[in-house]
């Protein structure tokens, strides 16, 4: 008995709990101004990834608000996360690095936020901005006019 394509899911593993639909994606091909010579005039080897990113039902979503915040020129006013890829010359290569970097964007804004600690600038830092910020007064100081 055949089995449809459809039947089976194809599912990108992004990270240990989020995992990405085949059908969330989507791709257009266009004319790569990158390396292949005249090869790339009369065929479309660049590769754009299309996301929609605040519909998709499989991201979390503090996840999607990270991301609006990361890459924040990335992302349609539609809320589509739109990555281009032209830099092989080959189409299936642009396909795989297009969706390495869509895979390397959801699991940057998916790792955890390392909280801030408070420091304060050390003595001598101190010291040496004060010193600097005397002979910069000083020099200033020199080239006014004489009464």
């Known amino acids: 008995m055949p089995v449809s394509v459809k039947a089976i899911d194809c599912m990108i593993k992004v990270t240990d709990r989020i995992h990405l639909d085949d059908d969330e994606i989507r791709w257009r091909f266009i004319r790569s101004p990158g390396p292949g010579g005249q090869h790339v005039n009369t065929s479309s080897t660049g590769v754009q990834l299309v996301f929609d990113l605040d519909n ?19 992302i349609s006013s539609s809320g589509e996360l739109r990555i281009d890829s032209h830099e092989h010359r080959s189409q299936l290569k642009n396909r795989k690095a297009a969706l390495d970097r869509l895979i390397a964007c959801i699991r940057r804004a998916s790792a955890p936020v390392k909280p801030r600690k408070k420091t304060s ?27």
Do not use: C, N, T, Y
């Open 56 to 74: 998709s039902p499989s991201l979390p979503r503090h996840v999607r608000a990270r991301m609006h915040r990361l890459f924040p020129g990335s």
């Open 121 to 147: 600038p050390p003595e001598a830092a101190k010291e040496k901005r004060l010193r600097q910020k005397k002979q910069h007064a000083e020099k200033k100081r020199l080239r006014q006019k004489i009464d």
